[in-house]
């Protein structure tokens, strides 16, 4: 990255602030600019408004571009090894997910590739990964264990999640997901893996998480198995997430709400009662439409969702099996085109929902005090987003005030 993190981005033609926190306005400004000093936004506003205070800072003429906030990708897997472009073909083919899983395949054949590599290829194949997420406008990042399954490897996963927030321009947010599913040797002791992710495994790996998450569904784990793995997580510090009634309804949303957690993700098949819950609680649905077009299964129903009055997020579960893509542009987009949001909406959701989700409050936003995170779109307008979905609009990001080099 080039800059100080002081900067002054001028020549805004359309300027998306987020900034009234009203989900799905993203309260424009024309012929804006934005005053950054030590990575923080200190000034929003018209330019002809400037205070004289701040026309010294370095600047970025944007020469009439649109400016959004930088994209939070709220749920990733982005470290792991190897891919699954083989069982991708077969999915296409007409075999289930489901029937790849129970013959060892899935998320397992990552899990043993995964444990063959040591953390520097860890660390060399995420970061390439990484780095085209951020030239494309990814300035915040979750990134989740879970490829690892047994103590070793989870705790490899996540020092690596942390390096890549150290080395890279953008901020890392770290998941234990231990209880991914549960690993082909302990297929018949369910029991026994329970209790090592909630025994050895969480006292190895909290002190490097944030959250802990769990797969509740169909061939992962139960709502008891779960619970039972979420309260082991906040005595130990970490805050709950939840993927949550994906391949079919479980219980998992309506655990989300009962354990208080941050974000419940996925919710192919939650039902109305379940939004209505989960309403009340707060907690967040983060929806991952790359993994609709990727599996060839029906998009969550966006528009109910957001309807039901639950706060929405987009991301884009970057993994290697069932969404290997890196781009909240087109998640965006996809949300638009296929789930039924506004434009408005599917931006707000990539931004200032992905901040929620992960509660990131000064983030997907420009106001003053929050973190001096952007995208330059080669676009005069955000419109253009859903309207260009296979093209990388983001010219410039701007990461806590400093250009990222392209």
Not at 21 to 42: F, H, K, N, R, S
Request: hydrophobic share 45%; net charge negative.
């Amino acid at each position: 990255m080039s800059g100080s993190g002081d900067l002054l981005v001028r020549g805004v033609g359309e300027l998306v602030t987020n900034a009234s926190d009203a989900p799905g306005d993203l309260a424009t400004l024309d012929d804006a600019a934005v005053a950054i000093e030590g990575g923080i936004v200190a000034w929003v506003g018209p330019e002809v408004e400037l205070p004289s205070r701040y026309r010294d800072l370095p600047v970025l003429d944007v020469a009439g571009r649109a400016v959004v906030p930088g994209f939070v990708d709220a749920h990733t897997h982005a470290v792991f090894a190897g891919d699954r472009a083989d069982e991708f073909a077969r999915r296409l083919r007409g075999e289930r997910y489901e029937d790849l899983l129970a013959a060892g395949g899935g998320i397992l054949s990552t899990v043993a590739a995964t444990r063959e590599a040591g953390e520097d290829e860890l660390a060399t194949q995420a970061a390439a990964r990484v780095e085209r997420m951020v030239r494309s406008g990814t300035t915040t990042i979750e990134i989740k264990s879970g490829y690892g399954l047994d103590v070793e490897t989870e705790r490899r996963m996540l020092r690596v999640a942390h390096r890549l927030g150290d080395e890279l321009p953008v901020e890392v947010v770290a998941t234990f997901l231990g209880a991914h599913v549960v690993p082909a040797e302990y297929r018949d002791r369910r029991d026994a893996y329970v209790d090592l992710v909630c025994g050895p495994m969480m006292d190895a790996c909290a002190p490097l998480a944030e959250f802990c998450d769990v797969f509740c569904d169909e061939a992962a784990f139960t709502v008891d198995e779960a619970r039972r793995i979420l309260e082991a997580g906040i005595a130990h510090g970490l805050r709950p997430r939840l993927h949550a009634d994906q391949l079919a309804r479980v219980g998992a949303a309506r655990l989300a709400a009962e354990v208080g957690a941050m974000s419940a993700d996925h919710l192919d098949h939650a039902t109305g009662e379940d939004l209505a819950v989960l309403r009340e609680a707060g907690t967040v649905a983060v929806l991952l439409p790359g993994v609709s077009l990727s599996m060839r299964t029906p998009f969550p129903d966006a528009r109910r969702i957001w309807d039901a009055g639950v706060t929405v997020a987009l991301a884009t579960d970057c993994n290697p099996g069932t969404a290997w893509m890196e781009r909240m542009s087109f998640m965006a987009a996809l949300a638009a085109v296929e789930m039924g949001l506004t434009p408005e909406e599917a931006l707000w959701s990539a931004t200032r929902g992905g901040a929620l989700a992960l509660g990131r409050l000064d983030r997907g936003r420009l106001a003053a005090g929050d973190r001096g995170d952007l995208v330059v779109l080669d676009a005069p307008s955000y419109l253009h987003v859903p309207y260009r979905p296979d093209t990388d609009l983001a010219v410039e990001v701007v990461a806590a005030g400093r250009i990222v080099d392209r």
